[in-house]
């Protein structure tokens, strides 16, 4: 602070916080600067949360990492920035960018800075034309890789890597081809299909929950719906739904059908299970039920639409839950509808599905994994095949929120695992004590952004 802001300061004739407030706008104009130099880095807009300042950018990937100087895309990621001397956490959302700039937990119990990442091929972040054998999880690792390279040279503190569900999955699968790249990952309810056609899912959600009579009432309302399968399609096709990728509104019936439990169980708790009509229920309570917890919306054309990249990714490396037909066979007049193929328009070719990349990744993880915290959720059938630590893994840990559902995170764990878990993470990032956290604050991986993208 030079002689004249001394003298000001002294006579009252300016406050401090004009001059902090100025300290910041130059802080921020500096990164800004920063952020503009980056080869290939394009800022898209700026704002602010709370005190921090926030930026939605992008970068120009190669749209095949194995030819760096062939055709280009960009790629969108969003920057929170507090200071460049606090920890940075990338986090990768699986899917699309999230509409606001918003803290992660981890971002939030360290205080620091974040990178969130929009998975290539979601649009606006896909290359035109595009060639979908260049959707993959290397590639995908290798966006990330490029991303964390440039930053790093304005963010020289400890990095953290984070995502809940396909968002934790892609965290981990950019450590397994780049480990160093960050200090360590905070995994939340991220599924791990190593042998696609070998599920419990099927099971598990036959028997979560503490109450049997919950599952054998969803299982009704299942036989319900198909029962009055001509009814619920007229109501559907009246309110102007299409269903043209599914092949008519008795397919996308179908599908809805089948994962009606088990997304019943991903974004509901148990004390909803009072909310499942019984045997003989009318139409209209069936319709309303359904309207409530699964939605009608999303198995349409236009609900599925914007996911084609994920059930790509599905069917051909990621896996999916085979869908459980037991309850209802003999209703089912497309039986094995339900698997990604039916909802990735056919002119986007499948190649064979990779059956060794799930398993890949979890060697990795069992033998040569380190510094990875996983967390999910024990009635979220999407934990039912989890991430497991193994005799290689070092400095790792797993934990499971009671009764927790896909939006199970750090702060619904019990106090003595919590505890444990908010140590690990401060301790790979550096930090002494945790920020002091709103409960109203959520971040992009609250569970309703989940439920927004239906992983």
């Known amino acids: 602070m030079n002689r004249l802001v001394r003298s000001l300061l002294a006579f009252g004739l300016v406050s401090t916080q004009v001059f902090a407030t100025a300290a910041v706008s130059s802080a921020a104009e500096d990164v800004k600067n920063r952020i503009a130099a980056i080869p290939g880095v394009r800022i898209i807009s700026e704002g602010t949360s709370g005190t921090a300042r926030t930026f939605v950018l992008g970068i120009q990937q190669p749209v095949d990492h194995r030819k760096p100087r062939g055709a280009r895309f960009e790629q969108r990621f969003s920057l929170l920035h507090k200071a460049e001397t606090k920890p940075m956490v990338l986090h990768t959302s699986g899917y699309h960018l999230p509409g606001t700039v918003g803290a992660s937990e981890p971002a939030r119990l360290v205080d620091g800075n974040q990178i969130s990442v929009e998975q290539r091929f979601f649009p606006p972040s896909r290359p035109s034309p595009a060639d979908w054998d260049d959707l993959d999880i290397w590639q995908a690792a290798n966006d990330h890789h490029r991303i964390v390279s440039a930053f790093k040279k304005i963010y020289g503190a400890r990095w953290l890597s984070t995502g809940a569900s396909k968002g934790g999955m892609t965290s981990v699968y950019h450590r397994r081809f780049f480990p160093r790249d960050v200090d360590a990952t905070i995994a939340y309810v991220a599924p791990n299909d190593v042998v696609n056609d070998r599920d419990v899912y099927g099971e598990f959600i036959r028997n979560v929950g503490n109450d049997p009579t919950c599952n054998r009432r969803l299982e009704g309302?299942?036989?319900?719906?198909?029962?009055?399968?001509?009814?619920?399609?007229?109501?559907?096709?009246?309110?102007?739904?299409?269903?043209?990728?599914?092949?008519?509104?008795?397919?996308?019936?179908?599908?809805?059908?089948?994962?009606?439990?088990?997304?019943?169980?991903?974004?509901?708790?148990?004390?909803?299970?009072?909310?499942?009509?019984?045997?003989?229920?009318?139409?209209?309570?069936?319709?309303?039920?359904?309207?409530?917890?699964?939605?009608?919306?999303?198995?349409?054309?236009?609900?599925?639409?914007?996911?084609?990249t994920y059930y790509y990714q599905a069917g051909t490396?990621?896996?999916?839950?085979?869908?459980?037909?037991?309850?209802?066979?003999?209703?089912?007049?497309?039986?094995?509808?339900?698997?990604?193929?039916?909802?990735?328009?056919?002119?986007?070719?499948?190649?064979?599905?990779?059956?060794?990349?799930?398993?890949?990744?979890?060697?990795?993880?069992?033998?040569?994994?380190?510094?990875?915290?996983?967390?999910?959720?024990?009635?979220?059938?999407?934990?039912?095949?989890?991430?497991?630590?193994?005799?290689?893994?070092?400095?790792?840990?797993?934990?499971?929120?009671?009764?927790?559902?896909?939006?199970?995170?750090?702060?619904?764990?019990?106090?003595?695992?919590?505890?444990?878990?908010?140590?690990?993470?401060?301790?790979?990032?550096?930090?002494?004590?945790?920020?002091?956290?709103?409960?109203?604050?959520?971040?992009?991986?609250?569970?309703?952004?989940?439920?927004?993208?239906?992983d």
């Not at 708790?269 to 139409?283: D, F, M």
């Not at 750090?410 to 003595?416: C, F, V």
């Open 221 to 308: 309302v299942q036989r319900q719906i198909l029962q009055h399968r001509d009814e619920i399609v007229s109501r559907l096709e009246a309110k102007g739904y299409t269903f043209r990728q599914f092949g008519g509104g008795h397919r996308a019936l179908e599908v809805l059908v089948l994962d009606t439990p088990f997304t019943f169980w991903q974004y509901g708790t148990q004390s909803q299970c009072t909310l499942v009509p019984g045997a003989g229920a009318s139409v209209d309570d069936i319709w309303t039920f359904m309207e409530k917890t699964v939605g009608w919306d999303f198995y349409t054309d236009a609900g599925i639409a914007p996911y084609e």
């Open 317 to 454: 490396q990621l896996g999916w839950p085979e869908a459980d037909e037991s309850s209802v066979r003999d209703l089912l007049r497309y039986p094995g509808v339900s698997v990604p193929r039916t909802l990735v328009p056919a002119e986007i070719e499948f190649p064979r599905f990779d059956r060794h990349a799930m398993a890949d990744i979890d060697l990795w993880v069992r033998y040569q994994g380190s510094r990875l915290l996983f967390v999910y959720g024990q009635n979220d059938p999407w934990s039912a095949e989890p991430f497991r630590l193994g005799p290689g893994t070092r400095d790792s840990l797993m934990f499971s929120v009671p009764g927790g559902n896909h939006g199970s995170n750090i702060a619904k764990l019990p106090e003595k695992d919590r505890a444990a878990a908010t140590a690990a993470v401060l301790r790979w990032a550096g930090v002494s004590a945790p920020a002091t956290l709103s409960a109203a604050d959520e971040g992009p991986d609250s569970l309703d952004a989940l439920r927004a993208r239906r």
